[in-house]
């Protein structure tokens, strides 16, 4: 499961950057809508994760996921996620 879950996470992440780089506003929100689809298959994937952790168990799972990106990657692309949406006019 976090295998996949890893998989969806850097699909999301390439959607994004996808994105960000297109000039064509109709394939920018197209972009945007498969990274939100990726981005709500982690969070329905990472509940089924967490809920088969034991109670004892405090690991981080998103660590495990993806070791590749740290907290501070994470808050980049979340705070470019929603300048991003907020600037599309």
Known sequence: MIQRC??????RKQYMDQ????ADE???ERLMQAA??????VAAEQGKIDSTR??????PTT?????DITSD???DDDDSFSDF???LK
């Open 54 to 59: 034991g109670p004892n168990d405090k690991t």
């Open 26 to 28: 109709i394939e920018r």
């Open 19 to 22: 994105a960000r780089q297109t």
């Open 85 to 87: 949406v907020t600037n």
């Open 36 to 41: 939100e689809h990726y981005g709500r298959i």
């Open 63 to 67: 660590a495990i996921a993806n070791p």
């Open 73 to 75: 990657d994470a808050m």
């Open 6 to 11: 890893h998989k969806w996470r850097q699909k």
